[in-house]
């Protein structure tokens, strides 16, 4: 029972985080979290309250340094689920000029009887009844709810606010320059690159050609047919493997990526990248191609291709490549500098992520922690790739992905949505890959 109240008391302070999140950036007031913007002096250094604070005693679930709501003083929050016995004091050595907000997960009535001192508010049951009907996403996902139909579903869950919010969210960060970007294979196939699938698909093609197999379905069914286990047939049996992936890439590309249309994802984020430029800014990638590579060297932006630990890591952007990299133009001699790099195969797969030490394995880890991620064009089905948000989740802090609708109703929509936020990631939705690019633009802009 104490496990369970431990789990849920932190799904409550990440409910209600988000709320209060979306409250401020709703009101166009600044927020920050304990965890996620590491509360201390130099974060307090241009607010009036400084003073009042002593930074080596107290650590705080948020601060709203220009109020919200009715508030119109700063506000110091703290999140307590279950408080019982718990004594509600100001958390400012001057309680005249902050105001102490405890937003807790039983009833205000009760809980204002043991309120101590001045500008102490209490936010409990009476006001999470509220926050139901005004952010239906968030409170469904921590008071799970059976819906009894697909009309009820529609009625109650209106993305249009979280969504709205999740975008000026994500606005904030980038112009902070506290965001960098996660990039999957959805950004390449605008120059050609296959999907998976279909990348696999023309592999078992070339070697049931070969004759090595006379039944290709009959052997995926056989073999598993999951991704990692047709990719370790595929390895296995192609007459020559780095040949057959370089043309999977690059066989109906045209050249030069920059010569396509300037409305692709992958020049947005490239913009994005320049406007983003800093020391901790960075990209990681799991595509073997270089398209962006060659966007941002025509478009003058310095940069590293990494994909081993002996490659440079320097002031200029680094472009992770934690699966590996086989650039446009690598001649078939030089492949053996890239094969051992690429990790495609069911048994690289394992190799990699059982290896925690792995530099792979290291790079994500640290990066996932220290930094939050727009994703594009990833899918985020990789369970390693949702094994390591998992890991790397820290109270507060928050990934955004962009996704595309698909024709989900709202339902399965929300059940998605509740799914992601699990491990840190906030979707932001939209109908058509025009939509999204469309915000890509607003963002890089």
């Not at 697909?150 to 000026?168: C, G, I, P, R, S």
């Not at 066989?251 to 992958?266: A, I």
Request: with cysteine; net charge neutral; proline share 3%.
């Amino acid at each position: 029972m104490a496990n369970l109240d431990i789990s849920r008391g932190l799904q409550f302070e990440e409910f209600v985080l988000s709320v209060i999140k979306q409250k401020c950036v709703s009101q166009h007031r600044p927020f920050i979290c304990e965890r996620s913007d590491s509360i201390g002096e130099k974060n307090f250094a241009n607010y009036k309250l400084e003073r009042n604070f002593n930074f080596s005693t107290f650590r705080f679930d948020g601060y709203a340094p220009y109020g919200f709501d009715y508030f119109e003083r700063p506000v110091i929050i703290e999140i307590k689920y279950k408080p019982r016995s718990f004594v509600f004091r100001p958390l400012s050595e001057n309680d005249n000029e902050a105001v102490t907000l405890y937003i807790i997960s039983t009833s205000e009535k009760e809980a204002q009887k043991r309120v101590r001192g001045n500008n102490v508010f209490i936010w409990g049951l009476e006001t999470i009844a509220a926050w139901e009907k005004e952010y239906p996403i968030d409170y469904y996902s921590f008071y799970p709810k059976s819906f009894d139909s697909d009309e009820q579903a529609d009625e109650l869950l209106d993305f249009k606010l979280k969504n709205e919010n999740n975008k000026e969210l994500l606005i904030q960060e980038v112009e902070k320059r506290k965001i960098s970007i996660s990039l999957g294979a959805g950004v390449s196939i605008e120059y050609g690159a296959q999907k998976w699938d279909d990348l696999i698909n023309d592999f078992y093609d070339e070697i049931q050609q070969a004759g090595k197999i006379d039944d290709v379905k009959a052997v995926q069914k056989k073999i598993g047919g999951t991704s990692v286990i047709n990719g370790q047939f595929a390895q296995d049996n192609l007459l020559d493997f780095m040949d057959s992936l370089y043309k999977g890439l690059y066989s109906k590309y045209r050249g030069k990526s920059f010569y396509y249309p300037t409305n692709s994802s992958l020049e947005y984020i490239a913009k994005l990248a320049y406007k983003l430029q800093s020391r901790r800014f960075n990209i990681i990638t799991y595509n073997y191609d270089d398209f962006l590579e060659q966007i941002l060297t025509h478009k003058g932006i310095t940069h590293n291709s990494i994909y081993n630990e002996e490659e440079k890591i320097d002031d200029n952007l680094s472009v992770f490549h934690p699966h590996g990299f086989l650039p446009y133009g690598t001649k078939k001699g030089d492949y053996a500098k890239y094969k051992d790099f690429i990790i495609f195969s069911e048994s690289e797969y394992h190799k990699l992520y059982n290896n925690p030490l792995s530099w792979a394995m290291v790079l994500q880890q640290y990066l996932y922690r220290e930094s939050a991620y727009l994703f594009v064009g990833c899918s985020l089905t990789d369970p390693n790739l949702r094994r390591i948000l998992e890991n790397t989740k820290i109270k507060g802090k928050t990934h955004f992905a962009l996704m595309i609708t698909d024709g989900l109703s709202k339902k399965d929509q929300f059940i998605v949505h509740r799914h992601f936020m699990r491990i840190g990631v906030e979707c932001i939705w939209f109908d058509t890959i025009a939509d999204m690019k469309t915000e890509l633009a607003r963002i890089s802009r």
